[in-house]
Every structure is written in C-alpha cells, then in structure tokens.
C-alpha cells in the first residue's frame, strides 16, 4: 500500500519573495508582506522552511504561492528545505495556487504528477469553461449577477509508484474580509456582496464540476481531493444568515445527493460528542486581529480538505498545526511563516 503525508498551506504572500526573469529572491533583508508588521526574505524563507521541513510531507498544496513555476520551484530547491521536488503553478496573476511534490521518497512514478491547466480547453475543457466569467441569481431575485473566480483552480493527477493514481482540485476562493473603512451601512452591503460571490464559486465548482466528475465514467472512480483557502467555514454567519447558504457545505455537496457528497478530514477527526453536537469551536486555521474590535482576534476555520467518498478509508488522520513536534506554537517558533496554519493528512491507496 502506498502511503503519503499531504498538506494544504496558505503561505501567504509569497510572491513577494521573488523578483526578474529569470526569476531570483530578493535580497535577504528586503522587507515583505508577511504575518508581522516588519518580515524580511530571510524570515520568511527560514520560517517557512522550518514549517515545511517538520511536517514531513510528500505533497504539499500552496496556496497564495508565487506568480510562475520557476519561482515555486526555486523555493523548494534551497538547500534548507529537505528532499527533491518537483513543482507546478496554476498561473492566475498574483497569489497562485501550486503544488510541490517531494521526488526522493520512492512513493511516485516518474513524473510524478500530471498538470491540466485550468485555463486551457484543450487541458480541462470542463473545468475551463466552469471557471470563465457565469451568470448565476445567487440572492434568488430571479435576477442573474455575473460572477468570475479571481484565481483559477490548480488542477493536477498524481501518479504513485504502485500504479494507482488521484487527482487534486487546489482552490483558493473568494476572500469575505473588508480591509478599508465603511460607513457602517456600507460595510455590510460590502460583506454580503462578497458572500454572495464566494456562494456562486462554490455553487459552480459543485453543480457544474464536482457533480459531474463524480458522476461520468472516465472519472468517477478517481479519488479526488478539493483543498484550499476555502474562506468559509460550517454555518452561517450574519451575513450568510440573509442568504441562508454555507460555501463550504454547498461545496462539500447536497444531502439530496449524499452518494456524491465529499467527506471533511478535521471533522472527521472531532470527538464523537462534538460531531453530534456540531460543535466546530475549538477548529481554526487562520487567526488575525478583529478590524473592529480592537485587542480582540478572530479564528476562524477556513482551509479544508475534502475528499471523495469512491474510495473506502483513503484519507485520514487530519491535523491542523497549530503546534509543531516539540509543543511549541507555531506562532511562537515561526512568526513570520504566516498567518494561516497547515493542513495535513495521511493518502493510503492500494
């Protein structure tokens, strides 16, 4: 049976480590945007790193990752980050998503993945066509909105060595933070406009892609992970309330169609009693100062691993790492890695 450590990683801005063609790290002193007031590339490359090397993963999903695969690549080939990799981008300007597949544990064929550009029709028609510019009557007014994904989906198969094979849908959806100042009655028209567009490419992915995927022939019985910055979490909050849909559970699929649903890792790992109880509160992976209240900070549960449900038992022991191997935040051993925390299970397949 092979097994993998996989990951899912919002690294934030980490584009902003990198300038030219060919492209180069900037020099180690340079000040980046980061987690902290004042982060240097020297910071942000050890830290991240450090994060990277402890986790001991096979693959790792990036998200807010660099503008080209050079770059991705020439991160995960410093010295300081343990093993060989081989990495890909899906190019959607700035904060990409990106996959880096570690190439010296013996666990893949050679190449290790396939890449289907999600910009491409001739790569992913299906996919391509769901995420160019839609219409979709999101607030059910009987009016229809246009819409658009601001960063294309990375869509890739990864091939292991025993000759089974899954597929990766790495997203990176619509932010519902506001950073400026509103008058108030402003502020919420602007946070439900963002709900509402963080619906539709939920409601697109899974009606248009997902439910097709899981459904046709030639791909119904690949397993498939959908991981991201889904910047959603269980429930509704207040705006959500007037809309009365979740991002993620819409993406995660209907109980209508409960064949067809995805599963959840971190729920899957929640003490029986709090599955019951749908008691979500001791989850979160990404922390940030409250922009109202101030001294006060927001956790949230926004990064997911969902999973297809094709295959019995092939993705487990989800963890989100909020402590590293000695008990140490990691916050506290690397503050300027970023402000989301990592996702991580295990991929058996036989």
């Given amino acids: 049976m092979a097994e993998i450590q996989f990951g899912v990683w919002n690294i934030e801005w980490m584009n902003s480590l990198f300038e030219g063609d060919p492209p180069q790290f900037k020099d180690g002193d340079t000040k980046v945007r980061g987690p902290r007031k004042n982060n240097t590339v020297d910071d942000r490359t050890g830290d991240v790193s450090g994060v990277i090397n402890e986790m001991g993963l096979q693959v790792l999903v990036v998200v807010e990752g660099p503008n080209r695969v050079e770059e991705l690549q020439l991160f995960f080939a410093r010295p300081e980050i343990t093993g060989d990799w081989k990495c890909a ?33 001739d790569q992913a028609p299906l996919l391509k066509e769901v995420t160019d510019p839609f219409l979709m009557d999101t ?51 602007k946070a439900e406009g963002n709900r509402k567009k963080l619906l539709a490419q939920c409601y697109q992915l899974r009606s248009k892609f997902l439910d097709v995927y899981l459904t046709e022939n030639a791909t ?49 790992g929640l003490a029986e009693k709090d599955q019951r109880a749908l ?72």
């Fill in 279 to 350: 008691d979500f509160e001791d989850l979160y992976t990404a922390s940030f100062r409250d922009p109202i209240i101030d001294g006060s900070y927001m956790r949230v549960w926004i990064d997911h691993i969902l999973y297809s449900r094709n295959q019995s038992g092939w993705v487990s022991d989800g963890k989100i790492w909020r402590e590293m191997l000695d008990g140490e935040r990691i916050y506290h051993k690397y503050p300027a890695a970023s402000d989301h925390f990592p996702v991580t299970c295990k991929i058996s397949l036989d």
């Fill in 220 to 268: 119904k019985d690949i397993p498939l992970i959908v991981c991201g910055d889904i910047n959603d979490g269980p429930g509704f909050d207040a705006s959500e309330m007037k809309l009365m849909a979740s991002g993620v559970e819409s993406l995660m699929g209907s109980i209508w169609k409960p064949g067809l649903t995805m599963g959840n890792i971190i729920y899957d």
């Fill in 139 to 189: 607030d059910r007014d009987d009016l229809d909105e246009l819409h658009k994904f601001e960063r294309r989906p990375l869509y890739t198969e990864v091939h292991l060595a025993n000759g089974k094979s899954f597929r990766i849908l790495g997203v990176h959806l619509k932010s519902k933070g506001i950073f400026n100042a509103l008058e108030w009655a402003a502020w919420w028209a």
């Fill in 89 to 121: 981008v899906q190019q959607s300007g700035a904060q990409s998503v990106g996959l880096a597949v570690r190439t010296d544990t013996g666990v893949f064929q050679d190449p290790p993945f396939t890449q289907y550009d999600s910009s491409l029709a």
